[in-house]
């Protein structure tokens, strides 16, 4: 069984920057791929970014690339997203997500997927005014 914590989130005005965190009580986290998903208000949970077991292998939304980047460390169980430029269409709840299985590194498009987390955090919530 494993936890996934997030923290970061908060109100800021546009332009501003966050830096979200997720812990992670997952067994064996250094083997296991870590995204970042997000869902608004009415709107369908969409993803943000993932990382390799590693860390050497990121993939971002469109949204996301130039502005968001996605870290982690292995040895404290943490994985990160720092958000700069943010944007009012940014205003969503934040969700951190562990594979379900132990593959380092899977393809760009199963990295991208919601199907292979089998283990969410509840979410920060990141609001973004203009």
């Known amino acids: 069984q494993g936890r996934l914590v997030e923290s970061g989130g908060r109100p800021v005005q546009a332009g501003d920057s966050l830096r979200l965190s997720c812990s992670a009580t997952v067994s064996t986290f250094d083997t296991r791929i870590m995204a970042w998903f997000r869902q608004a208000p009415g709107k369908e949970r969409e993803f943000v970014a993932s990382i390799d077991c590693r860390g050497n292998v990121r993939y971002y939304s469109d949204f996301a690339k130039g502005r968001f980047t996605i870290s982690r460390a292995n040895a404290a169980k943490l994985v990160f997203l720092q958000m700069n430029t943010l944007k009012p269409e940014d205003t969503a709840v934040y969700s951190c997500?562990?594979?379900?299985?132990?593959?380092?590194?899977?393809?760009?498009?199963?990295?991208?997927?919601?199907?292979?987390?089998?283990?969410w955090g509840r979410g920060t919530q990141v609001t973004v005014s203009s």
């Open positions: 997500a562990a594979a379900a299985g132990e593959q380092c590194e899977l393809e760009q498009a199963a990295m991208q997927h919601r199907a292979i987390y089998g283990y």
